[in-house]
T-cell receptor, first 116, second 113 residues
Framework: DGGITQSPKYLFRKEGQNVTLSCEQN?????MYWYRQDPGQGLRLIYY???????QKGDIAEGYSVSREKKESFPLTVTSAQKNPTAFYLC???????????????FGAGSRLTVL | QKEVEQNSGPLSVPEGAIASLNCTYS??????FFWYRQYSGKSPELIMS????GDKEDGRFTAQLNKASQYVSLLIRDSQPSDSATYLC?????????????FGSGTRLSIRP
């Protein structure tokens, strides 16, 4: 079955450490996204990528980095510069392109990061 | 002004009644509008998508879009306890990039027996 796999599901890290969250999709989607969700809040866009080797900052990119070396993969690194990294992180993808219907997002199950 | 605005709720609706959820957006060039449902601790799932003015119905759900007023709504008829969740409005943001999808803060809906 096609879908998005995020790992790990739960992650605990000490303050000041960089962590990388994995996101892999087998949907053959061109566009991939990372969102952050804090308790009781909506989704805030961190980074998105429309094609391989290209990505754009979202609304809260400071303290995060990404790469898009393969179509299937879009890992997110939470760096020590991110002041409050404890949150639920969601990866998503869509086919991309100009068709409005191609903007429907498919989500992974999420990664919950807790910084101790 | 936030780019996508929703009332945070909670919105409490009796079982069997109609729940009405509202969303406004700021980018007049937006073309894609979505409603996602999210249960606590889970990832969002698509409920409805709408791309042109008017109503779109799917079972108990109706999405309404008014681009002139920059307003999109979701109606849930015959509300069930399983509809209790957070509902997220999402819009594409072509002012930055057609691919940029942004979300409102979500409305928490509670269906009371």
């Amino acid at each position: 079955d096609g879908g998005i796999t995020q790992s790990p599901k739960y992650l605990f890290r000490k303050e000041g450490q960089n962590v990388t969250l994995s996101c892999e999709q087998n949907l053959n989607h061109d566009a991939m996204y990372w969102y952050r969700q804090d308790p009781g809040q909506g989704l805030r866009l961190i980074y998105y990528s429309q094609i391989v080797n290209d990505f754009q900052k979202g609304d809260i990119a400071e303290g995060y980095s990404v790469s898009r070396e393969k179509k299937e993969s879009f890992p997110l690194t939470v760096t020590s510069a991110q002041k409050n990294p404890t949150a639920f992180y969601l990866c998503a993808s869509n086919p991309g392109g100009g068709n409005p219907g191609a903007n429907v997002l498919t989500f992974g199950a999420g990664s919950r990061l807790t910084v101790l | 002004q936030k780019e996508v605005e929703q009332n945070s709720g909670p919105l409490s609706v009796p079982e069997g009644a109609i729940a009405s959820l509202n969303c406004t957006y700021s980018d007049r060039g937006s073309q894609s509008f979505f409603w996602y449902r999210q249960y606590s601790g889970k990832s969002p799932e698509l409920i409805m998508s709408i791309y042109s003015n008017g109503d779109k119905e799917d079972g108990r759900f109706t999405a309404q879009l008014n681009k002139a007023s920059q307003y999109v709504s979701l109606l849930i008829r015959d509300s069930q306890p399983s509809d209790s969740a957070t509902y997220l409005c999402a819009v594409n943001n072509p002012g930055s990039s057609a691919s940029k999808i942004i979300f409102g803060s979500g409305t928490r809906l509670s269906i009371r027996p």
